[in-house]
């Protein structure tokens, strides 16, 4: 599904990632010691202005084992952590964690470690080393270019 995200290839199939669809996400790629390449928060000022957000992972296919490039892209954020610190490798241990609030926001944590670790909203914003909330998430995957070197 296309839609409008900041710097979005016209050629890539763009996907709407809310808590129905993540299992479509979560069920293609494998996440343990999937590498986050890059995160960028961006803010825009005056009429109009968002903020929006995009984390690039190198992910493994489940089904042939190939590396592709995960982008993911995060619409009128309303909240995020990003902690660059020696504890956290910028390698994911597990699947992102998505949960939705009751005001229909979208919250993604790539911190997780195991599926019992799971954290509310409210703890993801506290605690996660890479979290984004925000009102629309899209992903698409491209294979990698070397993604393994």
């Not at 590498?35 to 202005?49: H, P, T």
């Not at 910028?90 to 005001?103: C, E, I, N, Q, R």
């Amino acid at each position: 599904m296309s839609n409008d995200a900041t710097d979005q290839d016209t050629d890539a199939r763009w996907h709407t990632l809310t808590p129905d669809s993540v299992d479509d996400l979560t069920s293609r790629y494998e996440f343990g010691d999937a590498c986050v390449r890059e995160v960028i928060q961006r803010s825009s000022y005056g009429k109009g202005s968002e903020r929006s957000g995009s984390v690039v992972i190198d992910v493994r296919t489940k089904s042939e084992l190939e590396w592709v490039t995960l982008r993911l892209e995060f619409r009128h954020v309303r909240n995020y952590r990003i902690v660059d610190i020696n504890t956290f490798s910028w390698v994911l241990y597990d699947s992102p964690h998505l949960a939705k609030d009751g005001t229909g926001l979208l919250h993604l944590d790539f911190d997780t470690t195991t599926p019992e670790d799971l954290r509310t909203p409210e703890e993801m914003g506290k605690a996660s080393h890479l979290y984004f909330a925000a009102r629309a998430i899209t992903w698409t995957a491209v294979p990698g270019d070397d993604a393994t070197g």
